[in-house]
Every structure is written in C-alpha cells, then in structure tokens.
C-alpha cells in the first residue's frame, strides 16, 4: 500500500508522513448534552443558558436521550462498533468560559469503539481510514477579546452544547487523504442528519495531528502496531475548514522535517493555525491525559443502552454514501470516482437519481449532471437546491439526445438559455418553439454536402490525400444546418460522396 503514498524529499533523504484526525461534530439537538437550554446558533450573548450551563451549584447534569441516540447514528454510519455500556468523565481544566472548572466528557470507556470508513481520493483511488472511537462531550462557552479594549467578555451559549468527537486512526498518509477524509466525514453525518456540517458557524472542526518518521518506518508501525516507529506529533487545533486542513498538514510536515534535519526534535505540543499567514505556531507543550485528572462524573449514572434500541436505530438509517456509490457503480455502471462524487450530497444524488428515472441512462445522466449541472453551478455559486435546471427538464433533454430529436451540441445549447433563464418549462416544447429538431431526412441534408463539396473544391483535393480532414467538411454541414443536421447522417452522407473509407 505504501508505494502509493507520495515521499517527501528532504536534504539528509525520504520522510513520510503521517496523519490523524480528531474531528468535533456538533450534535443536531434542539437542546444541549444535559440541560434544556436551547443550542442555537446565533441568538444573543448568554440568552441560552440554564443554571446547569451555568455551573450553578447544587444543579444535577441530565442526559439528553436524542443526543445519545444521534452518537450511536453516528457510529452505525462509521461501521463503528456500539458499546451498550459507556461513562462519562471528569475532564479537569480551569478556563474562564468553562465555568465547571471541568468538562463533561468520556475517556476510557466511550459510547462508540473501533469503526472504519471508506474514503475516495480525487484519482478515484479509495483507502480506508480506521475510527479509533466517538464519544460524547459537552462544548465550552466562548472568550470573547475583542468587545472591548481592555475587557473580556464570557460567552455561555455554546456551554454544554452536544459535541461527538470522532478520533481517527493514524490512517492518513497525505494532505488529500487527510482532506478527503474529512470530506467524507462530513459527507456522512449530514446524511445521517446528526451533524449540520456547517463549517462556518463552527458545527464541525478539526484538531489535526501530524507527525514525520523516515520512509519505510511507518510500515513496521502497521506490522507491529508499536508506536516507537512514528514521529512526535503535533497537534493543530480547530481547523474549521478543508482547505485548511490541507494546508496545515502541508505547512507540518515541511516545518518537522526541517526541525529535524538541522539535528531538532519536534517538541508534542499543541499549534495554532494562522489562516492569514497559512503557518501554524506553538500555543502550548501538550498536556497529558494524566494532567486532567480524569475520574467518572458521580453526578451521572453509567449509560447503558438496550440492544434492541440499537437496532431500531440501525433499522432506520438511510442510505449512506458508500452503499449509494456501489449501486450507482452495479445498476448504472458508473466508474467509482462518477458515483462517488453523486453519492456524496443527498439532494446531488437524489437529483441524479429522477434524471436516470426519466431519460434511463444512467452514463448519459451522471455526465451531465457531474458535467454540465455541477459546472454551471459552480459558475453561478449556486447549490444543487437552487438548480436553474429542474432533474425532469435535464431527464427530458437527455430523453431528447437519446432518440434522436436533437444533436448533443443543440441539447446543450437549450440547457444554457434554461441555465441563463432565456427558456423555461419542458425541454421538448423549446426545442419545437425554436425550430432545433434535428434533420435527419437525408435528402436535405444530402443537398447541403452538395452545396459545400462544390464550393470547396480545395479541400475536395485534400481529402483524397488526408481522409482526416473529412472533419472539416463535417463542420461545414453542421454549421450550414445550423447545428440541426444528424451528426452521423452526416459522416454518412460525405464518406460516400468523398469516397472516404
Ligand atoms: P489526545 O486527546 O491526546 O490528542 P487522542 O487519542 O484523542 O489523543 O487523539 C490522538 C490522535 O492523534 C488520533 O487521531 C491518532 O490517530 C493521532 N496520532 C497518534 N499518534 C500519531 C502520530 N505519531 N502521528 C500522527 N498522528 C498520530
Ligand atoms: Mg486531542
């Protein structure tokens, strides 16, 4: 496997590296991991905090049985294993917008173990990435710096706002993977509807440790299992966008090298992310497990869960990506990296699926909608939801390529005067309103070849030398038709009047 992973070149020889990602998914709940103070976004400072929240003493933690129920989704999702007996944990730290003076967490026995994901790269290769475990944990409140000259404000909304942490294995060998892997990390609980995935309001970031070890080493680690073999690592915290996480693995990984081939060592320690400067910078030596104190919260009881509610869960799990993409690839015969880039938004593939339902081409229909639909989106910043060409209507077009009414050249100049908002309504009835049939009646066309070979006699004299530049001739007819002649009558007709064989 690791040939496939790209070395990088240093002066003193071949490093690799290596990568691992701990990702806090914030839980889709109306109310937060153990009060029933709402956890949305965006209302004004402090307006959504119970005396729970707000560390009142004598207040009693409560668990939240959706949010519970959204982690074991989660796990199912990640082929994760359920652990019907979990606990939650004490996880002492002071920060002012931790007004507990800890955080209600889970350390050594989470609510969902060892799991794995597929995961596509941009070549369409697919790796695996190993999930260590989620577990469930309270998010802290907010610092804000920036109010007042001299003052800091506090913050509680965020304050006991459910939040999975998903740890992965140290699977990830490059920038893509560790990009891709978040991708479909994200991809996944936004099928599942546990996770909004919205990166901007911070629903999902990423804490993203990496470390370096000479080429070769990290073989023995997958043989042996024995950490020995990998690097120090560093671990950059709440990278909240893909870009970014891609660029600190990046940045890492040429700055440890460096470190290390001027005789350094790479101190494990916590770094931040400047997003102007695209470097990362030390924020503080990283703390041990052993330095939060860690012990069972006596205030919870241990959280067992029934069987049998595991599986109605299970039972009720969409369609997720990776099943989507396999029959996209068995029923439609798409290539693996076609049905994958459907299968990873559920409206993108929802949409897909009514356009094979209309025209029953499955090839023709991932063509252009990862084709034509995506890129026309992308142009107009646009998102599947705000489409300017309906799934019936692109249905309809195709319908209309496939038997014959009208050229694929036409087909995509009446979805640009939908895209552009000229047209509207079904496909069929613009064609016929603009005269674009195409002409397949062979007495027509054959006037036209007629027309141009006795104006052309030039290039009459080239074919019979170089039958390649016949396609100058079919460009002729197709333009003189404006575009409506049939392709193939065409090559037809001119092959027998040029005596091209
Ligand atoms: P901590 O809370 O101390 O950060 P976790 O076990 O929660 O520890 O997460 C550690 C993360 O770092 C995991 O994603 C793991 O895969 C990754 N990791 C561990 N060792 C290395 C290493 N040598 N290089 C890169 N990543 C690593
Ligand atoms: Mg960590």
């Known amino acids: ?64 049985e959706y949010c519970v129920e959204q982690a074991v989704r989660t796990g199912l999702g990640l082929n994760a294993r359920i652990n019907l007996w979990s606990r939650f944990d004490r996880k002492n730290y002071f920060y002012p917008d931790l007004p507990q003076g800890y955080q209600i967490s889970q350390y050594k026995d989470p609510i969902v173990g060892e799991g794995e994901i597929e995961v596509e790269l941009d070549g369409g290769e697919t790796i695996m990435v190993g999930i260590e475990r989620l577990h469930l944990e309270q998010d802290a409140g907010k610092s804000i710096h ?137 924020m503080r030596s990283k703390e041990d497990a052993h330095d939060y104190r860690y012990f069972p919260d006596p205030d919870l009881l241990p959280l067992e869960i029934d069987p049998a509610w595991v599986e109605e869960i299970r039972a009720s799990l969409p369609e997720l990506p990776d099943a989507k993409k396999h029959r996209f690839m068995d029923d439609y015969g798409l290539s693996a990296y076609d049905a994958s880039v459907l299968a990873a938004d559920k409206a993108s593939a929802a949409y897909f699926e009514e356009v094979v339902a209309k025209c029953d081409d499955g090839k023709l229909a991932s063509n252009w909608v990862t084709g034509d639909l995506f890129g026309a989106l992308n142009k107009a910043g646009k998102t599947i939801e705000e489409t300017p060409v309906s799934a019936a209507q692109l249905g309809e077009l195709i319908s209309l390529i496939k038997d014959k009414t009208i050229s694929g050249k036409i087909a995509k100049d009446v979805f640009a005067l939908i895209v552009e908002g000229e047209e509207s309504g079904a496909p069929g009835d613009i064609v016929e309103r603009r005269g674009l049939k195409q002409v397949t009646d062979t007495g027509a066309i054959e006037k036209v070849v007629d027309e141009i070979i006795a104006a052309n006699p030039k290039q009459v004299e080239q074919v019979k030398e170089k039958p390649k530049t016949m396609g100058w001739f079919v460009g002729q007819v197709m333009k003189a038709s404006g575009g409506k002649a049939n392709p193939q009558a065409v090559n037809e007709i001119l092959k027998k009047k040029l005596g091209v064989e």
Not at 28 to 37: E, H, P
Not at 200 to 216: I, L, Y
Request: glycine share 8%; proline share 2%; charged share 30%.
């Open 146 to 282: 920036d109010l007042a000259p001299k003052e800091s404000y506090v913050d509680l909304n965020r304050s006991g706002v459910a939040l999975m942490e998903i740890v992965s294995k140290p699977d990830m060998r490059s920038a893509e993977e560790g990009a891709a892997y978040f991708t479909k990390l994200r991809s996944i609980v936004r099928y599942l509807g546990t996770c909004d995935g919205n990166m901007e309001e911070g629903s999902m970031r990423a804490d993203v440790n990496v470390s370096v070890c000479r080429a070769g080493n990290y073989d023995k680690f997958r043989e042996t299992g024995d950490f020995k073999y990998l690097g120090t690592r560093t671990e950059t915290k709440n990278v909240n966008s893909i870009r970014y996480v891609r660029q600190v693995i990046d940045y890492e990984a040429r700055r440890q090298i460096e470190v290390l081939e001027a005789g350094g060592e790479i101190d494990q320690e916590t770094r931040l992310f400047d997003v102007k400067t695209g470097e990362t910078r030390t």
């Open 1 to 64: 496997m690791s040939e496939t992973r790209k070395l990088l070149r240093g002066s003193t020889g071949d490093w690799e590296v290596v990568i691992g990602l701990e990702v806090h998914a914030q839980v889709t709940s109306k109310s937060k991991l153990f009060s029933g103070a709402s956890a949305e976004y965006g209302a004004g400072p402090n307006e959504n905090v119970s005396l729970v929240d707000a560390a009142m003493p004598g207040m009693l933690p409560v668990i939240n």
